[in-house]
Structure formats: structure tokens, C-alpha cells
């Protein structure tokens, strides 16, 4: 047993402030006189990116042979929570075998905007799939006894002016949209460290904002871990340090460390809230430390494992009977430059030195009745007339074409942001081409967001892979000939085109300034309310096999806020092979008493069913389920009133539904000033009686009194004075009178 804080008693005040910054890019400071050793940390959500000791930073494809696996994009459309756990647990066994003691992931902004240039690395545009996501990836990681960092905290949803933009956004749609993954993520799965975003929140830096490091992330979610700065986000060490912010990554040239020493020394900070800060490092270090264990793995285990990840998460968008192929197929056609060099991952810091790489054309070797055709080149968008024509022939030769298509390695990256949507033209045009020449042409995308597809009416199957990893062209052909069948599920909404956005147009920098002016309205959220027609829902996936849905049972009808509500149905196998489904739970709150979405998802299971089998899926519903975040209260609210329970195949495909009643048991604050209207009195049980017996002095005989209210129902108590003549100390008299009637 490490005894903490007697080994911050003997350290000196330079060697606290020391710990508090890091020794290199990628390693904590030791401190050899009293055991506290040097630590690495490393990038690699998907992949472990360990930069050798003679890298240089800059050089961010420079790092060690790993393993590849599926970006975050495609592993959130598994739906599957044992998924994600077995692939944070492989990620774990890697960090052993290097000596890495935290790995910098997983990374879960918001898919605000397809435009966004990481969104490969993000899982969703939902924050629940988001927080349960991140939840079993953080596990999976976590049993190994090596850490994760979750990042990045918060509102960091762009790329552009990422370092020095202010994210303006309004206190609800914070809590319901861009921080409830992560708070699921900690208060479920107990991070060891949490890593501040580059940006401005409202015109405070995230580094240095005690609201989100102290008051949220620790007194609300209770995080014991350390928080740690993005690469270079820090601006104001001692204020950041104060706020919650711990260790400072990379260090800055001992610069900011004389900050902290010198505001120790003059006051400004206190010795105890650095030595806080070094106590929750020094925690970390040595769960790592006090738990290495010789790991040797077997990468070849692994890439089969990131295979199988990939056939999981791949998403079947479209089927006309073309897939899966055909033993009796006598010729088919591979056509596109992604059919032998895959794109498998995106750029930038999680960009991983993969040890292998298969492509579809690896994974077919030796079938003979397979044929290629490259179609088009990557790394320019110009058609290649030579290369177009002989994919057309090709193809009207074979029985079935497949065009791998996607996008270039440049187009998705950290740094920067998309600027629009659009497939390269020379892929759409060839797509086009051979569709009209196949009838049965299949189109595999290779892309870590969506797209538009001009094309999607001319081709009868399309076959999502988004960033499959490094086995991705096995996994692709696996899917292909049905040796695995798509189970898959978008988790996030293809619009049709980039202008259907709700943030299309706020997605930009204005005097330094980014305003979520869609607020709560994010992705199928928005969509589903306005009834935009989409590409393709979120939820949304093929298979190859049936499902029914049956039997719909709540456990109770009418309940309150603080009870929870059981909820079952039926899931059948009603094809004829093995399948898996991805039940998904929306709430559609019916009481009209905030602007809220259409339907929000709750809950969702994957079940893995046999031809003729049916399983029932439960669900436990809580407050959080029904609740929206009322400001007035700095609190989670569920107004009294009927809510729909919609089980659903995708966002737009309910199956079935069943209505109840919640009743809420919080009082909302509500005092009566001269301002008060009509309609806001009424709505109150207590005053109601009151209001009516008013309405019959102020108004005519024989007058419908609830017609009288719907005319004056607008009208705040002062205008009194105007339309019936009150005197101020009638009306004043009253408001006493109301008020009393609420105590």
C-alpha cells in the first residue's frame, strides 16, 4: 500500500510543481529519490500510437507497428456494449506490452455537423449510445490496469479555430446534448483521467473553467481521477490549475511550472490545491505502476479480433435481393482504387503504424472468377478516361459489379474541418456509369462520415464499412458473400445533402465565436422533428435475414417521476439464417410543456437470434428517461402528463408503442408579480379558483369562463389598470393574496 500523502510531505515545492507538467511529449516527470517513476501516455483511441523516443512530435505517422482497429465512427454502429469492452481489453493488453500507462481515448465530441473533421474518431450524434459507447470502451481498456483519458471535455466539435474559438452554447442543450456522454462515461466507468478541450465554452477557456473541472466533473460526478490539458490547450497555468486542471501536457520549457511555484510562494495559489492535484497524479501513476504484468500479445490475434469488430459494425444500407453474392455467381467485378489499397483509417494524432493491412483483393486471392478494375485514382479527383472505360467493360461482362468507393485520406483529418459532403466527382461518375451498364452493381464505402450519394436510386445495395481498420478489406468481403450478416445500425443520420443540416448555418466562426444556435436540435433529433426527409435515418441497417417485433408490455400505466418503469418486448428471427438485431427504445414526451424533440433514444439492446427463435428484451426506464433540464431549477425535470414508449428498428421505423403517465414530484418555483399572465395561473391547481372567481367579477354574465380565459389569457396582472381599471393597491393586494395561496 502506497502511503500518498506522506510522499507529498517530502517532496519540495519544485518537485510538486514539477509532477503538476509533463517531462517530454509523452512522459510524466519522475522523482527517483522518493520511487515516483516516469510514466508514458500514448494517442490511440483505435490503435496504439506510441511514438518512439528519436520521433520527432510533428511526424505524426512516425510510431511503432500496432494493431489498426475500427475507428470510433464505425464501432459505435456495432450497438454493442461486450463489443466495445473486448476491444478496450485488447487495447489494455497492448499498453502492457509497451509500458504505456494511459491510453488518450476514447474521444466522444458530439457529431454536431458532418463538416467536422474528426468525426471519425466520435462515436455518435447521440450522447446516450455516445456515453454507453465510451462507457465499455473505458472498461474493456481500464481491466487491464492501464488508464484512459476521455476527451475531449467539452464542446470541442470542430476543428477550425479549435485552439482559440469560444463555444457559445446555452445551459440546457449543454447538459442534454454535449455532456451527458461523458457524464454516463465517468460516473459508470471511472476514467482514470479526463482531458480538457482546446477551446473556449462561453468565453472561458475549458482548461480553466472551474464550473466544468470542479463543480460538474468532480462535485456532480464525483470523478476522483486527474485532469489533463489537450496538447498545448493551456493558457492560463495557474488559473487552469485552480480550476481543476492537474498535469499539463506537453510540459512548456519549465515556463508554466515558475508560474505555479512563484503563485505559491506569493499566495496567490495554495500549497494545498497544488498538493491536490499531485495527490490525484500520483494515485494514477501507481495503480499502473503496482499493477505491470508481463503481456506478450499476439498481434495476428488481434487483427482477427479487429476483423470480427469490423463485420459487427459494418452497416448494410440498402439491399435489393443482390446481397449476399452468389456462389453461383460465375464472374464478379471489383472495381475502385479502395478495392486494393483500403481506406481504413483517418489522419492526425490517432493515425496508427499499422502492422498489416488486408484489402478486399487480398481477401479473394485464388478466386479466379473475381476480376479487378481500379476505376479511378485517390489522390486526385480527375476522371482517368482509360480507367473509367475499362471498369465499364468490366462490369458489363460480369454478373455483378462491387465499386469500392470512399473518400481520400485527405479529406478527414484532425486540424481541420470538411467542406462539404461530396464524394469525389470521378467516383460519383463512375458509379453512375456502371450502374447504368450492371443492374447489379453493389457499392462498399470506405468514408469516416457521411455522404451524399447522387446515385443511391441507380444502385440496388450499398454496404456501409466507414473505417474498418486494418482487416477491413476481410471483413468486407466476409459481408459480402454472407459469411457474416450485417448487424450494423447508423449511428448517426445521413442527411441528403450537407444544407439539411440544422447546423448548416452557424457551422463557422463569427468574431471568434461559434453559436449552436440549433441547440437540443442535434442530428436525428432535429431531422425527425421537422420531418426533413434523410438519406438515411439514425438506427437504420439492413440484414439478411427478418425480424418481428411482438408483445409490447409496460409494467405499469401510471407512474411517478421518482419510480422506475419496466419495459419488455418480443424480438423474433423470422428469416432463414442467423442474424443479429439492435433493439432500439425512444420516449416521446406528449405534455407539450417544453420545446423538446420528437423522440429521444433511451435505451437499446443487440440480440443475437437463430432462424425461428425469439428472445424478449427488457428495459428499466428512470426519471433521466422522461426528464428534460429545467434552468429554473438547475435541474432534471419531468413535467406531469402522458409520454409515448416508441421500440423501434431505426429512428423513423417504430414497430411499436405504448403511452403513459408520469407524474412529476417537484414543485417548480413560481412566485406571482405584476407581470404574471392569465395562463400561468391557471396552470396552478391552488390559484385556479381564484383566477375563475376573478374572471366573474371582471367580466359579463352568462360568458363562458373558459372562453374568457382563452381571450385574456396573454395578459399580465398590471394590464388590470388598463382594460378593467384597478387600482395598483387592488392589484397589489392581490398578488399578496396569490402568493400566500402557494406557500
Known amino acids: 500500500m502506497r502511503f500518498i500523502k506522506t510522499i507529498i510531505s517530502q517532496m519540495t515545492l519544485e518537485e510538486k510543481v514539477g509532477m503538476c507538467s509533463g517531462a517530454d511529449f509523452w512522459r510524466l516527470k519522475s522523482v527517483e529519490h522518493l520511487g515516483i517513476p516516469t510514466v508514458m501516455v500514448s494517442d490511440g483511441p483505435h490503435g496504439l500510437r506510441k511514438q518512439s523516443d528519436e520521433a520527432d512530435f510533428s511526424d505524426i505517422n512516425n510510431s511503432i507497428k500496432a494493431v489498426c482497429f475500427p475507428t470510433g465512427a464505425t464501432t459505435a454502429c456495432s450497438f454493442d456494449r461486450n463489443l466495445l469492452k473486448t476491444l478496450g481489453c485488447a487495447l489494455g493488453e497492448e499498453c502492457q506490452a509497451e509500458n504505456v500507462a494511459v491510453l488518450l481515448g476514447p474521444a466522444i465530441n458530439i457529431k454536431r455537423s458532418p463538416l467536422c473533421g474528426r468525426n471519425f474518431e466520435y462515436f455518435s450524434e447521440d450522447p446516450y449510445l455516445t456515453g454507453e459507447m465510451a462507457a465499455s470502451h473505458i472498461t474493456g481498456v481500464q481491466s487491464q490496469h492501464v488508464g484512459t483519458s476521455l476527451k475531449h471535455f467539452a464542446c470541442n466539435n470542430q476543428e477550425s479555430y479549435r485552439m482559440t474559438a469560444s463555444t457559445e452554447v446555452d445551459e440546457r442543450t449543454l447538459r442534454e446534448i454535449y455532456l451527458p456522454g461523458f457524464e454516463r462515461a465517468v460516473k459508470s466507468a471511472r476514467p482514470w483521467t479526463v482531458m480538457t478541450s482546446y477551446n473556449r465554452l462561453n468565453g472561458e477557456f475549458t482548461s480553466e473553467s472551474h464550473y466544468l473541472l470542479t463543480d460538474i466533473l468532480r462535485n456532480e460526478w464525483g470523478f476522483d481521477g486527474y485532469v489533463m490539458s489537450d496538447w498545448g490547450a493551456v493558457n492560463n497555468r495557474v488559473k487552469g490549475l485552480k480550476a481543476g486542471m492537474d498535469l499539463e501536457m506537453p510540459g512548456s520549457n519549465g515556463t508554466n511550472d515558475q ?69 453461383t455467381d460465375t464472374k464478379i467485378a471489383f472495381i475502385g482504387a479502395f478495392a486494393k489499397e483500403p481506406r481504413y483509417q ?61 473518400l481520400p485520406d485527405s479529406s478527414e483529418s484532425e486540424f481541420y474541418d470538411r467542406t462539404h459532403m461530396k464524394l469525389p466527382n470521378c467516383q460519383n461518375e463512375l458509379i453512375k456509369q456502371v450502374a447504368a451498364v450492371q443492374p447489379n452493381t453493389v457499392v462498399v464505402l470506405h468514408n469516416g462520415s457521411p455522404v451524399e450519394m447522387p446515385w443511391v436510386d441507380e444502385v440496388p445495395a450499398i454496404l456501409e464499412m466507414y473505417l474498418g481498420g486494418q482487416a477491413v478489406g476481410e471483413a468486407t468481403v466476409d459481408l459480402l458473400f454472407g459469411v457474416v450478416n450485417p448487424s450494423g445500425k447508423l449511428a448517426e443520420t445521413f442527411p441528403i445533402r450537407l444544407e439539411d443540416n ?81 433493439v432500439q427504445l425512444y420516449v416521446q414526451d406528449l405534455t407539450q410543456t417544453a420545446i423538446r424533440p420528437v423522440k429521444e433514444l433511451r435505451q437499446f439492446e443487440k440480440v443475437a437470434l437463430q432462424p425461428g427463435e425469439t428472445q424478449t428484451v427488457s428495459f428499466t426506464l428512470t426519471k433521466r428517461d422522461f426528464a428534460y433540464y429545467h434552468t429554473g431549477i438547475s435541474d432534471w425535470y419531468v413535467p406531469t402528463g402522458q409520454y409515448r414508449i416508441l421500440i423501434a428498428k431505426s429512428s423513423r421505423d417504430i414497430k411499436l408503442e405504448e403511452t403513459i403517465t408520469v407524474t412529476s414530484t417537484i414543485d417548480l418555483p413560481f412566485k406571482v408579480t405584476w407581470n404574471t399572465t392569465f395562463n400561468e395561473l391557471v396552470s396552478h391547481p391552488q390559484l385556479r379558483p381564484v383566477i375563475y372567481e376573478l374572471l366573474g367579477v371582471i367580466g359579463e354574465e352568462n360568458v363562458d369562463k373558459e372562453a374568457q380565459l382563452e381571450m385574456v389569457k396573454e395578459i399580465p396582472l398590471r394590464a388590470l389598470r388598463s382594460f378593467q381599471g384597478v387600482d395598483n393597491t387592488t392589484i397589489e393586494s392581490l398578488i399578496t393574496t396569490l402568493n400566500q395561496l402557494l406557500k
Do not use: W
Not at 494545498?272 to 505491470?292: G, T, Y
Not at 482517368?384 to 475499362?390: F, K, P
Not at 435515418?537 to 401510471?558: A, I, K, M, R, W
Open 502 to 582: 440544422p447546423s448548416y448555418l452557424s457551422y463557422k466562426v463569427v468574431d471568434n465565436k461559434i453559436y449552436y444556435d440549433e441547440k437540443v436540435f442535434v442530428g436525428y433529433r432535429y431531422y425527425d422533428t421537422k420531418e426533413i426527409p434523410v438519406l438515411f435515418p439514425f438506427g437504420h441497417g439492413c440484414s439478411y435475414t427478418t425480424f418481428e417485433y411482438s408483445h409490447l408490455v409496460v409494467n405499469q400505466d401510471h407512474i411517478r417521476d421518482d419510480e422506475s418503469l419496466i419495459v419488455s418486448v418480443d424480438i423474433t428471427n423470422t428469416g432463414k439464417v442467423f442474424g443479429k438485431e439492435v
Open 259 to 327: 508560474l505555479l511555484l512563484q503563485a505559491v510562494k506569493d499566495g496567490t495559489l495554495s500549497e494545498e490545491a497544488l498538493n491536490k492535484s499531485v495527490e490525484r497524479i500520483l494515485r494514477k501513476i501507481f495503480e499502473f505502476v503496482d499493477n505491470r504484468k508481463p503481456v506478450i500479445f499476439d498481434k495476428e490475434e488481434h487483427h482477427r479480433l479487429a476483423r470480427h469488430i469490423a463485420t459487427e459494425s459494418a452497416v448494410l444500407l440498402k439491399n435489393d435481393d443482390v446481397l449476399p453474392l452468389k456462389a
Open 346 to 406: 483517418g489522419g492526425g494524432s490517432s493515425h496508427i503504424n499499422a502492422f498489416k493491412v488486408s484489402s478486399a483483393l487480398d481477401a479473394v486471392e485464388g478466386m479466379d472468377h473475381i476480376h479487378f478494375a481500379q476505376g479511378f485514382v485517390t489522390d486526385v479527383d480527375e476522371t482517368r478516361e482509360d480507367l473509367l472505360n475499362e471498369a465499364i467493360e468490366l462490369a458489363k461482362s460480369s454478373e455483378v459489379a462491387v465499386i469500392f468507393a470512399g
